[in-house]
């Protein structure tokens, strides 16, 4: 991103980063994305990945909790209310 650009784009980071990785994604850039959201006030990532159908919850950016099918995905402190079977979150790769 040009300097001027990156200097005019805000500092604060979503409460929730949701990531849908994909072939072009690296695990270099996964990580750099996270440290630089967590470091700007991201309180929780969630990295979706469709091809073993599992999600890798971030509650910081070094640490993760794998989910799979079975398993539930809850909004955390972000979103107390959500609650969302992992395998709910691949049923379009069946259509």
Do not use: Y
């Not at 650009?5 to 990531?19: A, H, Q, S, W, Y």
């Not at 996270?34 to 006030?41: D, M, P, R």
């Not at 099918?69 to 969302?84: F, K, M, Q, S």
């Amino acid at each position: 991103m040009a300097r001027a650009m990156r200097e005019n784009c805000p500092t604060i980071g979503p409460d929730l980063v949701v990531e849908v990785l994909s072939k072009s994604h690296t695990k270099a850039e996964i990580a750099r994305q996270l440290v630089e959201s967590f470091a700007a006030g991201t309180r929780l990532s969630w990295i979706v990945d469709p091809k073993p159908e599992t999600v890798r919850v971030h509650l910081v950016p070094l640490d993760s909790t794998l989910l799979q099918a079975g398993d539930l995905l809850d909004g955390g402190v972000v979103i107390p209310e959500l609650r969302i079977a992992v395998e709910a979150l691949f049923e379009w790769k069946d259509n």
